[in-house]
Every structure is written in C-alpha cells, then in structure tokens.
C-alpha cells in the first residue's frame, strides 16, 4: 500500500505542504509507504500547445506520472485561491495527461486543502473533484480540510478523523 501526497504550493511556508507532512506522518505511522510531492517538482512552463509541439511535453512530467502509477492510493492537498485550485496545480495535471498513457485512470484519489477561510479549502475541493472526474480518476467522498488553518490548527486535527480519511478506498 502506498501513499502519494500531491501539494499544490510552492511556498517556503504553505499551510498546504504543512497538511500534506501532517497526512503523511500518520500514514506512515499507520505502516502506509509514502511519497511526498510538491507540484512545483515538476518545473514545467504554463501548457501551451506550440511550446508542447516544439518541446514535447517536460521530462519531469513523467516522473510525476510513474509516482501515480506506482501509487496505490493518491492525496491531493490544495490550496484555494478565488474559490478554485492554483494554476501551479492545474497545470501539473494538465501535463500529466499530455503523455501517451494517462497516469490518472482508475486511480483512488482523496482531497485534502487548508486555507485561512471559513471554508477551508472546501470550494477548491470541490472544483478539483470535477477536474479529477475528467482525468477518469475515482473521488473520495469524504474530503480532508482545515479551516482557519494555521500550523497550529494544523497540527491540532484529530489524528482520528485523518486516519478515516485515509481508509478510504482500502
Ligand atoms: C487566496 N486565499 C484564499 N483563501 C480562501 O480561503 N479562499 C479564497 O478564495 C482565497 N483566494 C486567494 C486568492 C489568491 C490569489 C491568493 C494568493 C490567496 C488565501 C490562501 O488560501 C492562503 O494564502 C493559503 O495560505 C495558500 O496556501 P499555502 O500556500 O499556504 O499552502
């Protein structure tokens, strides 16, 4: 069983990436293998398809797609900005289903987000589930959000509720 934790920030201090150590912490606690991936790994310029004719598509991409391969189970924690999910993130999945083999199809995926809103992330979440939709992957249910987020408020989520949230799909 293993794990991959997809965050979608690319700042020293994300909330998100914070979220994403404190998932992993107790998956592996619990014996789950993982594999923590920041999307701006992928180092890839904003889609565009001459840029994509003229350089086929960036090499890292592949290795993100070989990570969700191999996974057996894929977390996506994603910021919110205006209600939706960044373009750092969109277009990491936009990549990845650029190559021959779309590495998204039939893959388990769960949605975690951390924002200092109310809504925790919960309208990026919801977006993201349609853009996983599209790429043929099967959502979660129950998604994962820390609301008001802070390291604090990060560290303070019941490790009970992250667990069950993890069991999806086992
Ligand atoms: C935000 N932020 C934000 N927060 C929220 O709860 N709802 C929102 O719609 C938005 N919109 C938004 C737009 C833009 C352009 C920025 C830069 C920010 C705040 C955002 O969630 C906050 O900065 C998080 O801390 C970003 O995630 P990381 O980088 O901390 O993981």
């Known amino acids: 069983m293993s794990v ?3 965050a979608g920030s690319s700042r020293t201090e994300s909330l998100n990436r914070k979220l994403q150590q404190r998932i992993a912490d107790v998956a592996e606690a619990d014996g789950r293998a993982c594999y923590v991936y920041a999307a701006e790994e992928l180092d890839a310029p904003i889609y565009n398809g001459d840029d994509e004719q003229e350089n086929g598509v960036p090499s890292n991409t592949q290795k993100l797609a070989t990570a969700i391969s191999d996974a057996t189970k ?3 924690v994603t910021p919110e900005y205006n209600s939706s999910i960044p373009a750092l993130l969109k277009n990491a999945i936009d990549w990845t289903t650029r190559l021959e083999q ?5 893959k388990n995926v769960l949605l975690a987000g951390a924002s200092p809103g109310r809504l925790g992330a919960m309208r990026a979440m919801t977006h993201l589930m349609v853009v996983m939709g599209a790429v043929q ?3 979660a249910p129950m998604f994962l959000s820390c609301p008001q987020a802070s390291a604090q408020a990060i560290n303070n989520l019941d490790e009970e509720q992250i667990r069950a949230f993890l069991r999806q799909g086992d």
């Open 4 to 6: 991959l934790i997809l």
């Open 102 to 106: 779309n590495p998204w199809v039939g």
């Open 137 to 139: 992957s099967w959502v």
């Open 74 to 76: 894929i977390v996506i």
